[in-house]
């Protein structure tokens, strides 16, 4: 053992002797763990809100459509509206790095919303024409019911897969929708599938208002021809978002002769780079938080350096007695040692309880508000607290390290002269 029971007993006895020095020294420490894991947690919190709100989809998938081009290229003006068709979905199948293909039409354009009847109730709502890999994109819910599958593109089938946001608007509470029908534009629609969505937010409530039917059907019941819409794309695991999206410009623009350097013309939205910068972005922020909240740390246990030099300063004369009766240097540092450990690792502990309490009492918080705060709870695990508990021991051993080698040199003759 380190120390015996009367060395312990000796230890507190002088950090109970200069109580109002002790506690003011504990406070440093105390505050600088409380600081500490709050930062932690704030961070975890922040990134766990933004990572919610990114949930339910892909990480990897790219969206395209189509604007004005800004130059002329093959004899064609600019200014030119880019249009999709069903050739385009055969030439992207092409491409090695696709994995899910999904083109999308929606009625009166993305976002726009269009009036559902059913049973004598009108919503509007977000009607889509999709592809059954649309749900590799999008990452529904299942709740009853399926989702659209390759026969309802072949046979062109007039069913729908609904949100639950539509079941709440045009249903009675409790009312299976399954087997029901809903009325777009005069064409009638049996639902066969309802959904819901991990997403959070204004995306939540656009995506669960949302009605999906087949592509091909959407194209001929609503008269669009050949035409799409956008594009919903994810590509292979080993093939990377960046990689993947060069590849579905390159084929676009040699379809619709769009300048190779004409960047406006096709408009993209990559989540796996928006995934990439908002990771990068984090281990940035974790880092800072982590470091601030170390350095604050440190400075409490500067403050017990400080503390435990000048309380050797005062124990010169006892320090020369004990080394005139025998002690040896090593026990002098063991007991300079033990004081800084103890008074370190109590006021860390302290902090640390307050720490959890604290984000404990934010995340009550953040689940009462739900998602009007960009936060989820703060996840701070088994190890960021085994990890403090370490961090406490190492600091609380290097707080006494110098103020335990002055006290090692100290000469038993001119420690007993000392007033």
Do not use: C
């Amino acid at each position: 053992m380190m120390v015996d029971l009367d060395d312990w007993q000796e230890v507190f006895a002088t950090l109970r002797k200069n109580r109002l020095r002790t506690w003011l020294t504990g406070l440093g420490v105390f505050l600088g763990v409380l600081i500490l894991m709050i930062m932690v947690g704030f961070g975890s919190a922040l990134e766990g809100g933004i990572r919610k709100k990114m949930a339910g989809f892909a990480a990897n998938a790219v969206f395209v459509w189509g604007q004005r081009t800004t130059m002329p290229y093959a004899g064609l003006p600019p200014n030119r509206q880019v249009t999709y068709d069903n050739g385009d979905v055969d030439a992207l199948r092409r491409l090695p790095g696709i994995e899910h293909l999904a083109p999308r039409n929606q009625l009166r354009g993305f976002m726009g919303g269009f009036n559902v009847k059913y049973q004598g109730k009108t919503g509007a709502f977000s009607v889509a024409g999709d592809y059954p890999a649309f749900q590799h994109v999008n990452l529904p819910q299942m709740k009853a019911g399926r989702y659209l599958n390759d026969l309802d593109l072949e046979q062109r089938r007039k069913i729908a897969v609904i949100g639950t946001g539509v079941v709440e608007q045009l249903y009675a509470p409790g009312k299976d929708p399954i087997g029901t029908y809903l009325e777009i534009s005069g064409v009638y629609f049996q639902v066969v599938g309802v959904f819901g969505t991990r997403q959070t937010g204004q995306q939540a409530d656009r995506t669960l208002n949302t009605i999906h039917v087949p592509f091909t059907t959407f194209q001929q019941a609503f008269n669009y021809g050949d035409r799409v819409g956008w594009f919903a794309i994810t590509g292979k695991p080993d093939v990377s978002a960046a990689e993947l999206e060069r590849e579905i410009r390159a084929t676009l623009a040699q379809r619709h002769k769009i300048a190779p350097d004409d960047e406006m013309a096709i408009g993209t939205f990559n989540t796996g780079k928006e995934f990439a910068k908002m990771t990068k972005l984090f281990v940035v922020i974790n880092a800072v938080l982590g470091i601030a909240g170390l350095m604050t740390l440190a400075a409490g246990v500067v403050g017990v350096t400080n503390i435990m030099l000048i309380s050797v300063r005062e124990r010169t004369k006892e320090i020369g007695v004990r080394k005139a009766l025998g002690a040896t240097p090593l026990t002098i540092v063991r007991m300079i040692v033990s004081e800084a450990l103890v008074l370190t690792v109590i006021a860390g502990y302290l902090g640390l309880v307050a720490g959890i309490a604290a984000l404990e009492g934010f995340a009550a918080v953040i689940a009462r508000a739900g998602d009007s705060l960009p936060f989820a709870p703060p996840d701070v695990g088994l190890g960021v607290a085994v990890g403090a508990a370490s961090v406490l021991v190492v600091f609380g051993a290097l707080a006494g390290v110098i103020p335990a080698y002055h006290a090692a040199k100290i000469q038993p003759v001119e420690a007993l002269r000392t007033e």
